[in-house]
């Protein structure tokens, strides 16, 4: 899916654009990387060793840096590690392939602010990156960021999920189909519709895969509450207010 569908735009605090570093020694990944960021209005400077990421660094102020761990000349520790040292603080991050729990230690214990590991999905990357750089600066958020339904209420600048006053944590993909039902309050949405808007590519006719995402928002929501989520038998999903009598 598009990233950056439907979701509100970040910026920096003087309204200028989110400013990335991506280095991957990958080159054809790096380059989705800076597609995928530049989708949502950043400015990205992509490299491929760990050298010319210090330089891109220390030249383009970036506000989010993406590092590959296993670059050539400097590697992503290294990388970092090198940041640290001359008190740049700005959130990091790491790509990796490997998938050891000492590795993952490593990146964060040596001041990384998170990790996705290779393979991964770009809308997995794009939550991840979006948290931190929410966490790290002071952006500008759309007035009319949070929806909501009832008691719920979802926000799409911060990504905080709410029913009355208990937080919800959700997977990005249960956010995006959140999301989606409730931009359309009371509406029908087809499996098909829910396919479309919220995977965007061709699952070969598998909708069970909507059904079981239905069931895992069930559980997180409707279990706090009256149920919101509702199945329209042989139609699709809709989510609305709890009828009042």
């Known amino acids: 899916m598009s990233p950056n569908r439907g979701s509100a735009q970040l ?16 080159e054809y990944l790096a380059d989705l990387l800076r597609m995928t960021f530049r989708a949502e209005g950043w400015d990205v400077e992509v490299t491929h060793d760990g ?27 290294e990388v970092l590690n090198a940041m640290r040292d001359r008190g ?7 790509l990796t392939a490997k998938d050891g729990v000492d590795d993952r230690i490593a990146g964060i214990t040596a001041g990384g602010d998170d990790y996705v590991t290779k393979p991964f999905s770009l809308e997995e990357v794009v939550a991840r990156v979006r948290g931190l750089v929410r966490r790290h600066l002071r952006v500008t958020a759309n007035d009319d960021a949070e929806l909501r339904v009832g008691d719920l209420r979802l926000n799409e600048d911060t990504y905080d999920v709410f029913r009355g006053e208990t937080r919800i944590t959700l ?3 249960e956010f995006e189909l959140l999301r989606y039902l409730m931009s359309n309050p009371r509406h029908v949405l087809s499996k098909s519709q829910i396919l479309d808007h919220v995977w965007s590519y061709d699952f070969g006719g598998r909708s069970s895969i909507v059904e079981l995402y239905i069931s895992y928002l069930r559980k997180k929501i409707d ?5 919101l ?4 038998r042989g139609v699709g999903y809709t989510i609305r207010e709890p009828d009042r009598t």
Do not use: Q, Y
């Open 11 to 26: 910026r920096r605090a003087d309204g200028s654009p989110v400013r990335a570093v991506v280095a991957d020694d990958e």
């Open 51 to 77: 050298r010319a990421a210090l330089d891109a660094i220390r030249s383009f102020g970036p506000d989010i840096v993406v590092l590959d761990i296993m670059m050539p000349g400097l590697d992503g520790l």
């Open 88 to 94: 740049d603080d700005t959130p990091v991050l790491f």
């Open 171 to 173: 997977t990005s993909t």
């Open 223 to 227: 279990t706090l509450g009256e149920p």
């Open 229 to 232: 989520i509702h199945t329209v």
